[in-house]
């Protein structure tokens, strides 16, 4: 990567970094937000847009970590960020067994497919006693959003290296390479199902390290909003946005799309959700293949003439 | 060099959209010949929704009425709400826009039990006081925060009233059930002990998940269990879903009560003739013999079209209870105004508003029990307060 | 196990299949001719049901005589949508599918909204044939019936259409290979036209049923959607008499878990469903090709 591109993200990051403990409240619960959902789309950047296989379902590990999460910090009374590694790696090691099922389906029936694997586990956590079933959990009070804010930070960072990463190796290769026709790529020898197994559990264990943060910021879960398919779309608009299977795309949908949806909804609360959908809308109608792509496009084509 | 392009894109559009966010973090006002600012946010999307339009105008009728009487500590009040769709991490980022950016002086609970238990959580934080008129359930209340008071009946109240009638008219078995979400929970916790001191037994109870397709599958159970009353710990889309059922499968207890979901106006709208002797627990009612109430009645019809419904009222109560409790204090100073709530007794349109000092729980406000009849509500519970007598049994399907 | 109730059970199940197969069988016209996965479903459903119930609370007006005019509305409605939205997609069929599942996700946003600002967030229903007529010791409820009548009725016309009229086999040709169906002579727009508008029609005269069983407000349609694309996935893409299956099947699973489990794994029974089906049985229960 070039140098240049690689100091402007470092004062982006840093930009964020050093912030918030100087912004207020609001502020800080903003740009959680705004970092949560990026990451988030980075995430599911990898099985979506890297792999092609939309998924409307990441939100199944996110609610599990936020669950694990809670429980851990309830009954064990260990740190939250603890809790919220364990989270983690109980959703990497669910997303194995859970890959090898549902990415046997393709297109919009693994999309669906994860879509109703949300739902399944909406409703377990909403039928257990364990989980506290509908009345959800509280955690104790007091939490600290810049803790929270650091760990999202984090682990957004990580996602994004590891997506450059991808977007150069032998393993991106493959997965575009089965994205593109996998019938074709396996004939030539390449390993799709461990390719794209392997990117559904990048695309499971971040949303599972993420959940847990969600819940100590929040001090209390419960099945609707800790499996709520915001989530998915909020990650699907960005990532669509921005480019999706790009190395960028996420971040630019991302700013951008929180941005906007911050202020309509404050200013326009009534109004808000037609702009939302109307702006989803007329973008896809003129940049379908998100701003990212489309920039570079007319890049490429003003260097071509120069 | 068609990367340098792209990075200093990328970082100008970065740059732009967070400099617009910390932009618009304002600043603050003096203070002297402001007004006063309240801030709240209201559930008028999302699943509780029906309440919120009411729930508004309560607060709205309130704060013109204060300001024609020359405003609060001789400022004019102002509101500033912001819709948070019923979710709770909107909310917080809500209630703290209001605390940090729109620097509100003041601030009133959320709808919901679920979306208050995470903002109670910023309350505290910001050492804000913060009276909860809409949260009947106890558990928010419970761990251990000062900053949070409950403005409405107790949840664990709501269901002796049903329980006391049916004692009184030698029923024995009951049927539970209600939405499996924190609030009816709470309703019917306390069932199974209190049926045992009236000397009734419980011979069901399930719950039902929140945003159920069918209840044909409970009714059919109630059904078997021959239970003489039903007391159902529900919403109105849930109240009304179950109420049909249970025509659906001709099961016609002696008493039936659905809990919340009854009180809302358009229970009777969507149900017709079939709502008559369905009985719910309402915080109030337009006839209630509490301090201001019939003017408040009026006063709202007059201004806003329509009669008010109980969240109106109990968002109206909140501000009383508020506003008083600021002229006590003196001032602004949201310590001693935190004091006062713990601890002033005041009339309301409610009732007699007091809570626990220790935990904020409500106290002097007691629950009605109201029942359908022709498309009316009537008191029917407790007895120093009732309009007419219950109505029951429940009339059978067949005969409507 | 009494009979009496297994009875009561079975029949409950399959009113509410009958149900979930009206909604069901809009989205299967569309998804199965146009491989669009159409995320507004619901909002078109419940925007019909939010219609007739304001219609019956303001002027008493019955559901049944706002069906035509909502099966029409909906039909041109839905026709300008795929004019001037849809049509417009990228003719590669990887970005199409991802681009129209985006695109039916705005839409559906924009009409949640334009529900919210139309109807608020107040619940509604119509309170009309709430009674049910009992056969024996069984109880039918009359809604549900009628909806049951009139999804079995729409089922088989649709696969009439498809297998024995000229615009069917369009249809099919269409689904199956736009290039073939161009080859053959077919006007594929407006055959993909004609689809959209049936599906999105269909959609509408369900919700003017669906107003008098289920109470309903701008937010509820994502559960249509959900439950409709389990329907279809147990039943088959573009299979209508599967999807009458399909949503018994669902009907009879809630029903009966409902009873012997909980509620609670009830309202999880589609989902699996929709999962072991997509897992086990791609092509569906009846494991038949598309039409």
Same mark, same amino acid.
Do not use: A, C, F, S
């Given at each position: 990567m070039k140098r240049a591109t690689v100091a402007g993200f470092v004062l982006v990051v840093a930009a964020l970094a050093l912030i918030p403990p100087f912004a207020s409240g609001y502020v800080r619960s903003l740009l959680y937000i705004t970092v949560l959902d990026v990451a988030l789309a980075y995430a599911w950047n990898v099985i979506s847009g890297y792999a092609g296989y939309l998924s409307f379902g990441q939100v199944t590990f996110f609610g599990l970590g936020a669950y694990t999460t809670a429980l851990v910090v309830i009954h064990g009374h260990v740190a939250w960020w603890e809790g919220a590694l364990l989270g983690g790696a109980l959703s990497a090691l669910l997303a194995v067994p859970l890959g090898y099922l549902m990415l046997r389906l393709r297109g919009a029936y693994f999309a669906l497919g994860m879509l109703g694997l949300a739902q399944t586990f909406q409703v377990i956590a909403n039928a257990s006693g364990f989980s506290g079933g509908g009345s959800g959990l509280f955690l104790p009070p007091g939490s600290n959003t810049l803790a929270v804010y650091y760990w999202t930070l984090a682990i957004a960072v990580l996602t994004f290296v590891a997506t450059v990463f991808i977007d150069r190796s032998a393993f991106g290769l493959r997965l575009q390479a089965l994205r593109e026709d996998e019938q074709v790529a396996s004939t030539l020898g390449v390993d799709v199902t461990t390719a794209k197994v392997m990117a559904f559990v990048i695309s499971a264990i971040v949303p599972g390290l993420l959940g847990g943060g969600y819940a100590w910021y929040l001090t209390y879960i419960e099945p609707v909003s800790a499996f709520a398919t915001r989530f998915d779309l909020q990650a699907v608009a960005m990532t669509i946005l921005g $480019?999706? $299977?790009?190395?960028?795309g996420p971040l630019i949908g991302g700013v951008l799309m929180s941005q906007v949806s911050e202020t309509l909804a404050a200013q326009f609360p009534q109004t808000y959700l037609m702009i939302f959908g109307g702006l989803v809308v007329v973008l896809l109608l003129f940049l379908p293949r998100g701003i990212v792509p489309a920039v570079s496009a007319a890049l490429a084509r003003r260097r071509a003439r120069a | 060099m068609k990367r340098n392009d792209l990075v200093r894109l990328t970082a100008a559009v970065v740059a732009a959209a967070f400099t617009a966010v910390l932009g618009s973090a304002g600043v603050p006002a003096t203070a002297q010949g402001k007004p006063i600012v309240i801030g709240a946010s209201i559930s008028e999307t999302g699943a509780y929704a029906d309440s919120g339009k009411y729930a508004l105008q309560g607060y709205q009728l309130w704060v013109q009425q204060q300001n024609a009487k020359g405003g609060l500590l001789g400022r004019k009040i102002e509101l500033k709400t912001y819709d948070d769709a019923s979710d709770p991490a909107t909310a917080v980022r809500l209630y703290q826009r209001l605390i940090d950016q729109d620097h509100v002086d003041l601030i009133v609970g959320p709808y919901s039990s679920a979306v208050t238990a995470s903002v109670a959580n910023v309350a505290q934080q910001h050492h804000m006081p913060m009276i909860s008129p809409e949260v009947a359930s106890t558990a928010p209340f419970e761990r251990g925060l000062t900053e949070i008071f409950q403005g409405i009946q107790v949840a664990a109240d709501y269901v002796s009233g049903p329980m006391e009638i049916a004692k009184e008219h030698g029923y024995k078995t009951i049927a539970v059930t209600g939405e499996d979400t924190l609030f009816p929970r709470s309703v019917v916790a306390g069932v199974e002990d209190q049926a045992k001191k009236l000397g009734m037994t419980v011979v069901f109870n399930q719950l039902y998940p929140h945003n159920a397709s069918d209840y044909s599958a409970i009714v059919q159970k109630m059904k078997e269990a021959n239970p003489d009353i039903v007391l159902s710990a529900s919403y109105l889309p849930d109240s009304v879903g179950l109420l049909r059922a249970m025509k659906q499968a001709n099961f016609a207890p002696k008493l039936v009560y659905l809990g919340v979901g009854p009180t809302e106006l358009s229970f009777g709208t969507q149900n017709g003739k079939d709502a008559d002797g369905v009985m719910g627990t309402g915080n109030w009612s337009a006839e209630l013999k509490t301090q201001g109430n019939a003017d408040f009645v009026k006063a709202f019809e007059a201004t806003f079209g329509r009669p008010p419904d109980y969240h109106a009222a109990s968002n109206y109560a909140a501000l009383e209870v508020l506003g008083e409790a600021v002229k006590r204090a003196g001032s602004l100073d949201l310590d001693k105004i935190r004091d006062q709530l713990a601890t002033l007794t005041m009339p309301t349109v409610m009732g007699s508003y007091r809570v626990d000092p220790k935990t904020g729980i409500q106290q002097g406000y007691r629950s009605l029990v109201l029942q359908w009849e022709n498309g009316k509500q009537y008191v029917v519970y407790p007895k120093q307060l009732a309009q007419r007598a219950p109505n029951v049994p429940f009339a059978a399907w067949a005969s409507r | 196990m009494h009979p009496v109730l297994i009875g009561q059970l079975t029949v409950d199940g399959l009113l509410l299949g009958g149900i979930y197969a009206l909604s069901a069988l809009g989205l299967n016209v569309i998804f199965g001719v146009m491989r669009i996965v159409n995320l507004a479903h619901g909002e078109f459903v419940i925007g019909a049901a939010l219609f007739a119930a304001v219609l019956f609370e303001r002027w008493h007006i019955n559901p049944f005589i706002v069906l035509p005019f909502a099966f029409a509305a909906a039909f041109g409605g839905g026709a300008l949508i795929q004019r001037f939205l849809l049509r417009r997609l990228p003719e590669d069929l990887a970005a199409a599918e991802t681009t129209s599942l985006l695109l039916t996700f705005g839409i559906s946003y924009f009409l949640v909204g334009a529900g919210l600002a139309i109807f608020s967030g107040n619940f509604r229903s119509v309170p009309f044939l709430t009674g049910a007529w009992a056969l024996g010791a069984i109880s039918i409820a009359q809604t549900r019936f009628v909806a049951f009548v009139t999804s079995s009725i729409l089922a088989l016309l649709l696969a009439l259409l498809l297998r024995y009229t000229a615009l069917g086999r369009s249809l099919r040709a269409t689904s199956q290979s736009i290039e073939g169906a161009l080859a053959c002579g077919v006007d594929v727009e407006r055959v993909r036209t004609f689809a959209f508008a049936l599906g999105t029609g269909i959609a509408a005269a369900s919700g003017c049923l669906l107003s008098l069983i289920f109470t309903v407000n701008p937010e509820t349609g994502a559960n249509v959607t959900l439950a409709s694309f389990a329907v279809i996935a147990l039943g088959g893409l573009g299979d209508y008499v599967g999807t009458l299956v399909g949503a018994a099947i669902i009907g009879l699973a809630i029903s009966f878990t409902g009873y012997y489990a909980s509620a609670q794994v009830a309202q999880a029974a589609p989902y699996v469903l929709f999962i072991l089906v997509l897992l086990l049985r791609p092509s569906g229960l009846l494991g038949r090709r598309a039409a």
């Open positions: $480019g999706i $299977g790009t190395v960028w | - | -």
